[in-house]
C-alpha cells in the first residue's frame, strides 16, 4: 500500500479547571484510542499521532509517531489555557511534520485534527485562529466540553464544532470512541475519491448522543 | 449502562433471535451485536436510511433466489466462504427502548441485518484473550504484517490457495449473476495457516433488476471507470477489485501504486487520478513511468506464466477497457495451474513456481537449485491414438502426491477428492512415480504399471496415468539448473 500517512493531531486543554476527573479521562481516552486504533490494520498502516497539550504554555508533548511507536503520554493538568499558544505550535508542526504534495515527492494525507478545551482561552489567540482557518491545513474537527467553553472562539479556528456539555468519564469515553471510529473510517476511506466525494471534504460516522453539532 | 442485557428479535423470515445489548463495533454504516450464543451477528443501520425499501428488497434478493448458501450440493461449501446474510430485522420484528436507540444514532423504522458469526480460524487470539478478526489487510499491509505472529503468515503455496478460495467464491457470485461491488482487504478474512478466506460485508450487493448501492467501493479497489464517473459497480468492476485483491495478497504491495505523481496539488487528488484517470500499472512492460525503484521483488515474472498473463490482462489491456479483464473463474483456474507448478525452495522454508524458461531461483529465498526438476506435460485422448494438450503441467518434487485432477482430463480440482493417485519419489539418484490409482498405468510400446509399482522417470518418458476412460497421457521432461 502507499506510504502516505494520515496525520492525527490532538489537541488537549491541560488547564487547571481540568484538574481531577477530566483530565484522567483524556489520559485513559489516549490510550484506549490508541489500543483501538492498533485493532485495526487499515490504521496501522497509515496512522500517525501526536499530542499537542495547553495550558499556560503549549507543548507538543508527543511529536508525529508512527502508530506502533505510540506512547500514551502521562498528563496533568494546571494553569490558564493559551490556546492561541497552542494553535500556532500547531501550525508549525504541520509545517515541519507533513510531508508536501510536490511534482517531486508523494506527500501525506490530509492530517486529521481534533481539539478540546473546556475554558476560555487566556492568551491572543485571535491571530492564530485566524491563521489556522485560512491556511486550512488538515480537518479540524473542535470539541467545547462543559459550560464554560464557548463554542463561537472555536468556529473562528474551523466550522466543525461540536458540543459535549458532559464532561463525565463515560462522555470522554464515548468522545474517543468516535475520534477512534472517525480515525478508522479516514484511514479506509482516504484514497481515490475521484468523483465520487470532493477531495476537501471528509465525512465522520455520527457522533455520539452526549455531543452536538455546533450549528 | 443498558439495563437489560439482551434483547430479542423476529426476524422477517420469522426466526426468533435473541442478542447482546452491548455492542460489538460500530462502523460508518451499521452498528453491530453478538446474539446471545455468538453464532450470529445482527447489524442495524444507523441513522435515517434515504434508500432503506431498496436495501430491503436487495437483502430479501439475497437472502431469497441469490443464495448459493441455501439450496445445492454446494451450499455447505459457500456457507464456509461467504459470511451470507440469513435474515431481516425490520420494526415489525424488533421493539428497542429510547435510549438504546439514542445511544446507537438508530431512528425508527429500524433495518437490521442477521449474519452468522465468522468461523474461529478467523479470530486471532492473543494472550490476552482479546479476539480480533483475519482481515486480509493484516496480511497485505507491510507495517499490520510486521504486527502478526510468524506462525499465522503462512507461505507462498497458502496464499495461492487463499486467492484461490477468494477467486472461486466471486466467480460462484458473478456466475449467479450478482456483483460484490466493494471487494477489498476489508471485507475478506483471510487464514494464510490452513489456506482459507471468506468474504464478508454481502449486504450491498448488486442484485439484478434492482439499483446499485450507493456504496462506490473501498478506495484502492474502486475501478477506474468508477472513480472517474462513467460507470457504477458490477461484475465488470468487481474483475478489477479482485485483480488488486490477489495481486496484493501474493505481491504484498499494490498493483497502481507507484511513483509517478500525477498531481502536485493534494495526496487526495493525486490518489484520485493514480487510480482512476491516469491509473498506471507499476509493471507495466511498455511504460515504465510508474515503476518502483528498486524494483520490487517478487516481481510479476516470479508468479508463473498463468499469473502473469492475468495480471497483465487485467491492469494492462482491460485497466482502462473493463471488457478486457480477466474473469473470476480464469484467476482460479490460472490459481490451480500455479498451485501445479509450484516448487519447494532449496532450505524448504518456501514454495515458489517454477516451469521451463524461468530462472531455477527461488524468488523469496533467493536460493538457486542445483539439481534437473522433472516437469511434465499432460495430454488427453482426442480421438483413438490420438492425443492433444490439455493445457496443463505439473512441476515434480521429491515426495508429491498426484490427486484424480492430474490423472483424469474431465476432474477439476475444485470439487474432486484428495485421495492420493501416485507419488514421486527421488531415490538413490532416481526420478520413480509410483501408481497408487486403482487403475493400471500404462507406458506405451512398453507396458503396464500396476497399483504399486513404481516407473523410473526419464527425459521423454510417455505415461498414461490411468488405463481408465479420461485416464491423462504425461509426458516428462527435465529443468536443468
Redesign the interface.
Known amino acids: ?2 506510504l ?1 500517512r494520515l496525520p492525527v493531531y490532538i489537541l488537549a486543554d491541560c488547564s487547571g479547571s481540568m484538574n481531577g476527573n477530566p483530565i484522567e479521562s483524556v489520559k485513559s481516552g489516549i490510550r484506549a484510542l490508541h489500543s483501538e486504533l ?2 485495526d ?2 490504521a ?2 497509515s496512522t500517525y499521532l501526536s499530542v499537542i497539550t495547553f495550558d499556560s504554555n503549549a507543548q507538543q508533548i508527543v511529536p508525529l509517531t ?3 511507536q505510540f506512547n500514551s503520554p502521562d498528563l496533568r493538568a494546571g494553569g490558564t489555557t493559551a490556546l492561541g499558544a497552542a494553535l500556532k505550535l500547531l501550525s508549525d508542526a504541520i509545517d515541519r511534520e507533513v510531508k508536501k ?10 492530517p486529521l485534527i481534533f481539539i478540546f478545551t473546556d475554558g476560555e482561552p487566556t492568551d491572543r489567540w485571535e491571530p492564530a485562529a485566524d491563521e489556522l482557518k485560512a491556511k486550512r491545513p488538515g480537518n479540524v474537527i473542535a470539541v467545547a466540553c462543559g459550560d464554560r467553553a464557548v463554542p463561537e472562539v472555536l468556529k473562528r479556528v474551523t466550522d466543525n464544532v461540536l458540543i459535549m456539555k458532559d464532561m463525565s468519564p463515560d462522555a470522554f469515553k464515548q468522545f474517543f ?1 468516535w475520534v477512534s ?1 472517525s480515525i ?2 479516514t484511514s ?9 466525494a470532493p ?1 476537501e471534504g471528509i ?1 465522520l ?2 457522533p ?2 452526549e455531543i452536538v453539532i455546533h450549528m | 449502562m443498558a439495563a437489560a442485557p439482551y434483547f430479542n428479535a423476529k426476524t422477517v423470515e420469522g426466526v426468533e433471535m435473541t442478542f447482546e445489548t452491548e455492542s460489538i463495533a ?3 454504516e451499521k452498528v453491530v451485536f453478538f446474539s446471545k450464543q455468538h453464532e450470529h451477528i445482527i447489524g442495524f443501520f ?2 435515517h436510511l434515504a434508500d432503506r425499501l431498496e436495501r430491503k428488497r436487495r437483502l430479501e434478493k439475497i437472502i431469497g433466489p441469490f443464495n448459493p448458501t441455501k439450496d445445492g450440493a454446494q451450499a455447505n461449501h459457500w456457507k464456509k466462504h461467504f459470511c451470507w446474510p440469513v435474515g431481516i430485522v425490520d420494526s415489525r420484528g424488533v421493539k428497542l427502548p429510547p435510549e438504546f436507540m ?2 446507537h ?1 438508530l431512528v425508527e423504522p429500524v433495518l437490521g441485518v442477521v449474519v452468522p458469526a465468522y468461523r474461529n480460524n478467523f479470530f486471532f487470539r492473543d494472550r490476552t484473550g ?1 479476539v ?1 478478526e483475519k ?1 486480509g ?2 496480511f ?5 504484517r ?2 502478526l505472529p510468524d506462525s499465522e503468515k503462512g507461505d507462498f503455496k497458502r496464499y495461492l490457495q487463499v486467492c484461490a478460495v477468494m477467486a472461486s467464491a466471486v466467480r460462484r457470485l458473478h456466475f449467479g449473476g450478482l456483483a460484490h461491488s466493494d471487494l477489498s ?2 471485507n475478506v478474512l483471510i487464514d494464510p495457516k490452513n489456506g482459507d478466506a471468506c468474504i464478508i460485508d454481502c449486504d450491498s450487493l448488486v442484485v439484478p433488476g434492482i439499483a446499485p448501492p450507493s456504496v ?1 467501493g ?3 479497489y ?1 475501478a477506474p471507470e ?4 462513467t460507470k457504477l459497480p458490477s461484475i465488470e468492476t468487481d474483475q478489477h477489485a479482485l485483480g488488486v485483491l490477489l495481486y ?1 495478497t501474493l505481491m504484498l ?2 498493483p497502481l ?1 507507484g ?1 509517478k ?1 500525477h ?10 487520478l ?4 491516469h491509473a498506471l500499472f507499476i509493471e507495466n512492460p511498455t511504460d515504465h513511468s510508474n515503476r518502483p525503484n528498486p524494483a520490487p521483488n517478487p516481481s510479476l515474472s516470479a508468479m508463473g506464466s498463468h499469473l502473469q498473463a492475468l495480471f497483465l490482462k487485467t491492469f494492462v489491456s482491460g485497466l482502462h477497457h473493463p471488457s478486457g479483464r480477466a474473469s473470476a473463474a480464469e484467476w482460479e483456474k490460472a490459481l490451480y495451474k500455479t498451485i501445479d507448478l509450484l516448487h519447494p525452495s532449496p532450505n524448504g522454508t518456501e514454495w515458489f513456481p517454477l516451469e521451463p524458461g524461468t530462472p531455477m531461483v527461488c524468488p523469496f529465498t533467493r536460493q538457486r537449485l542445483t539439481s534437473p526438476v522433472p516437469f511434465a506435460q499432460f495430454y488427453r485422448l482426442k480421438g483413438p491414438g490420438a492425443y492433444t494438450h490439455d493445457q496443463a503441467s505439473l512441476t515434480v518434487h521429491h515426495n508429491m502426491y498426484i490427486y484424480k485432477w492430474h490423472v483424469f482430463s474431465n476432474v477439476s480440482p475444485m470439487d474432486a477428492d484428495r485421495e492420493p493417485q501416485g507419488y514421486f519419489s527421488f531415490h538413490q539418484g532416481k526420478w520413480y512415480l509410483v501408481n497408487q490409482t486403482e487403475a493400471q498405468m500404462y507406458v506405451p510400446d512398453s507396458g503396464y504399471v500396476e497399483h504399486g509399482q513404481a516407473l523410473e522417470i526419464k527425459q521423454g518418458t510417455q505415461v498414461i496415468l490411468s488405463a481408465e476412460h479420461n485416464g491423462r497421457l504425461a509426458i516428462f521432461d527435465f529443468m536443468n539448473p
Request: aromatic share 2%; net charge positive.
Open positions: 500500500m502507499s502516505r492498533m485493532g490494520p487499515s496501522v498502516e508512527e502508530l506502533s504534495n510536490t511534482p517531486e515527492q508523494k506527500g501525506d494525507w490530509k470512541k471510529a478508522k473510517q479506509q476511506k482516504i484514497g481515490g475519491t475521484g468523483a465520487a477531495a465525512s460516522p455520527p455520539p448522543p | 460500530s462502523g460508518g444507523h441513522s439514542r445511544r444514532n482479546s480480533r482481515k489487510r493484516w497485505t499491509g507491510m507495517k499490520a510486521k504486527l482487504h476489508n462506490l473501498t478506495p484502492g474502486i468508477v472513480l472517474t464517473g496484493e504491495r499494490h501504486q511513483p505523481i498531481s502536485s496539488k493534494s495526496a487526495e487528488e493525486d490518489e484520485a493514480a487510480m482512476g484517470k
